[in-house]
């Protein structure tokens, strides 16, 4: 999708003439940002030397002078006549520094101290007046000036802004004429030739003579970086639109950032210092994100939701959005945002994301759910192929022949768990691959073959086989007893699978079961000892059910069963194990010994069908690697629920030891076929008298119920007897008041 998208635009941070701390955005067609920023340096460049050219000129000089020469000659004339006033009035004008002063004269010559002393108050009166109309005239004189400046600097700041507009408006209008098409750039370009018209003494000032002393003074911000471009976004080498990957979701990674420099001490930042964030770069295609690695830093989630819920892009300190004191900063223009984002995560966060944060089922609403594995199609099967040459060929690893193609096929299948499947955990079997080409090069062979393959595969799993081989000791010296050899009521090996997330291997686990006379039903010692999970606690209890089911519709179930794993010191959970746990129930109440080289996986349901199990592979192998530690008699073996043959993907072992007959794997349905398995003897049916079969499993389980039941009744018999005789004798009451009393109570 992205290939076939429109290219987005480029964007560019510009100083802002209006008000510097928010540097203003400029969007630009793909590719066209940087050619701006070239634009902008050669303009800037071409004004300094046209303004140096335009300033130097002898007509500007001319023009200049002339105007300062008019303006002398108004302001000698005026003086002149303020002078000839002065001389009227019989004074003269002395300039003194920072101020003009009157003096009275006789006989055209200056009066002295002395002189003036001796005049009359009345001669003094009328000289202080004169001198105060002289004054006056002498200030209007001194306005006259300023003025004359004032109009004179006017006149030579319209000069300086003709040549300046002179020799500037043709290069920035050849900009205007390059981007027509783009009002912010026409609107930025007027403020430019303002500016420069505003600042020219910046661009016709000779360079400080000494840089280092003003540098130690305190650093100064150089002037021409307002007219620089910074490219925060540039499109030019992309096709289609961008597809990025953010790892490490953080504030700054996500959204950008100001940065600052220090220069002295002192801290210093511009538009120039704006750095792009994963947002600016996905605008206009897609983003990609960890939502874990994104819950984990706060302020990019809640930052994030904003982006999307407002469709901009605010650059700003983090610190400054929880409200912490920071240094003065930039505040950049938000730019406009509009990208799909992708969170990639486990469910379990979406459905807390979805439950816990109003706004993430407003925000998030496409929902993709990725199997972990594929159909084993003709297809399927060349992807998947193509995978693993694509590996090869990037990591620059050995090729692979069609055996070892075969054999990596089959151990994705093994991954999935089901032959007609293939596992889409890519990272696993890659990691195969590179192992295998390890072995292949250490035997000098450039190609990978079947056997490479399988030895990397036996390899990782030896090397995380501790547990499971120190288990398989303790079964070989007897610690963990376990028997493959006798025929034992009430007793069957289950099969149990240990996980530790890069291995898991199958474990046999004994069952036993001791019947009893009573109405406690099915006790389990696990639920007991408070070690059974909930699912392993209801497997039990289904138990109940199928019993009931088969055997309580005529007669009541008058029984006492405990059930336990033994030697098993952990929790157990999962029901897995619940065939097995009717069989030796059966078996204890039939009095018909189980095989115990036989053992049981799969859990059943109240009405005696057997239910698929995971793990299938690893409990055969498990029970196998027993087997034949102890050697293979050809009696042993597995038996499964029928469900579960497409789950088949065994070692060549296993299955070349089924093939010579040494092993065996046994699919069932139901109950009934399992327990003719383990016991050589028909289940039986129910007849129409509801009665079972005779000589039959079912047969005999009904015959030992119905046997203790009777035992029980009589036991309550006697024992209701003989409390009624006691109460009497006790309580000299009656047989009638008694079994009166027992009603009530």
């Known amino acids: 999708f992205a290939k076939k998208d429109k290219t987005p635009d480029d964007w560019c941070y510009v100083h802002n003439f209006d008000n510097p701390y928010e540097p203003r955005k400029i969007r630009l067609p793909a590719g066209k940002g940087k050619v701006f920023k070239e634009d902008m340096r050669n303009l800037l460049e071409e004004a300094r030397q046209a303004l140096l050219k335009a300033f130097e000129s002898d007509d500007f000089a001319a023009k200049r002078e002339e105007i300062f020469k008019i303006m002398d000659k108004k302001k000698q004339d005026f003086f002149m006549k303020v002078e000839r006033l002065a001389q009227d009035e019989g004074f003269i004008i002395k300039h003194a520094p920072g101020k003009v002063i009157t003096v009275p004269t006789i006989n055209g010559d200056a009066m002295t101290d002395d002189e003036f002393q001796k005049l009359s108050d009345k001669d003094k009166k009328i000289i202080f007046k004169k001198q105060d109309k002289i004054q006056i005239e002498i200030k209007a004189a001194l306005r006259f000036n300023r003025e004359l400046e004032r109009e004179s600097n006017m006149q030579v700041r319209e000069l300086e802004e003709g040549i300046a507009l002179f020799a500037t408006k043709i290069l920035i209008d050849e900009l205007k004429e390059k981007y027509e098409k783009v009002e912010d750039v026409l609107h930025y370009l007027e403020q430019i030739q303002d500016d420069i018209l505003g600042n020219l003494v910046e661009f016709i000032k000779p360079p400080k003579a000494d840089p280092m002393a003003a540098m130690m003074q305190g650093y100064v911000q150089p002037f021409f970086t307002r007219y620089e471009v910074n490219v925060l976004i540039d499109n030019s080498g992309l096709k289609g639109a961008p597809v990025i990957i953010e790892l490490n979701p953080t504030h700054n990674n996500l959204f950008g950032k100001v940065e600052k420099e220090s220069q002295m001490g002192t801290l210093y930042t511009d538009f120039n210092l ?216 009430g007793q069957v090996n289950g099969l149990a699978v240990i996980d530790f997330g890069d291995v898991s291997f199958g474990k046999p686990s004994k069952i036993t079961v001791s019947t009893g006379v009573g109405r406690d039903g099915l006790l389990d010692i696990e639920r007991e000892a408070k070690l059974g999970g909930p699912i392993h606690s209801k497997g039990v209890m289904i138990l109940n059910g199928f019993i009931n089911e088969m055997f309580g519709k005529e007669n009541p179930v008058s029984l006492t069963a405990s059930l336990v794993f033994e030697q098993s010191y952990s929790e157990v959970e999962g029901d897995s194990a619940s065939s097995a746990e009717l069989y030796s129930i059966l078996s204890s109440l039939s009095g018909l010994p189980i095989h115990q ?34 050697g293979l008699t050809g009696r042993q073996g ?101 079994q009166k009393s027992l009603r009530k109570n």
């Open 597 to 630: 080289g036989i053992a049981v996986t799969g859990s059943v349901n109240q009405k005696g069908e057997v239910q698929a199990i995971g793990g299938v592979n690893e409990k055969i192998e498990g029970f196998f690697d027993v087997c034949q530690m102890k």
């Open 274 to 489: 704006i750095r792009k964030g994963a947002l600016h770069e996905a605008n206009g295609g897609f983003l990609v994100i960890p939502v874990e690695d994104l819950l984990r830093n706060y302020l990019s989630w809640d930052g994030l939701k904003r982006a999307i819920r407002n469709k901009d892009i605010i650059i700003e300190d983090a610190g400054e959005r929880l409200g912490f004191l920071t240094t003065k900063s930039l505040k950049p223009q938000p730019i406009p945002f509009d990208a799909r984002i992708i969170l990639l995560g486990e469910p379990m966060l979406y459905y807390l994301l979805y439950e816990y944060d109003s706004e993430f089922k407003e925000l998030f609403k496409v929902k993709a759910e990725f199997d972990t594995s594929m159909e084993f199609s003709a297809k399927n099967l060349n992807d998947f192929l193509s995978f693993i040459c694509k590996i090869c060929k990037e990591e620059n690893l050995s090729t692979l022949d069609n055996t070892a193609l075969a054999s990596v096929a089959e151990y994705a299948c093994r991954l999935a768990e089901d032959r007609d499947k293939i596992s889409t955990r890519f990272g696993e079997v890659a990691d195969i691959i590179r192992e295998a080409v390890f072995y292949a090069k250490n035997e000098n062979k450039k190609t990978v073959t079947a056997k490479h393959i399988q030895k990397a595969i036996n390899e990782k799993f030896y090397r995380s086989g501790l547990i499971r081989e120190k288990i398989k000791e303790m079964i070989s010296r007897g610690i963990i007893m376990i028997d493959l050899e006798e025929e034992v009521v």
């Open 638 to 738: 597995v038996m499964i629920p029928f469900s579960n043959l497409s789950n088949l993907m065994l070692k060549e072992e296993v299955t070349g030891a089924i093939a010579k007959g040494k092993f065996s794997v046994w699919a069932v349905k139901t109950i009934d076929e399992g327990i003719e398995v383990l016991t050589g003897v028909k289940a039986g049916k129910r007849l129409k008298n509801g009665n079972f079969q005779k000589d039959t499993v079912y047969d005999k389980v009904a015959e030992r119920l119905k046997m203790m039941a009777k035992k029980m009744e009589k036991s309550v018999n006697n024992y209701r007897k003989d409390a009624e005789v006691k109460v009497v004798s006790k309580k000299e009451k009656t047989i009638g008041d008694f």
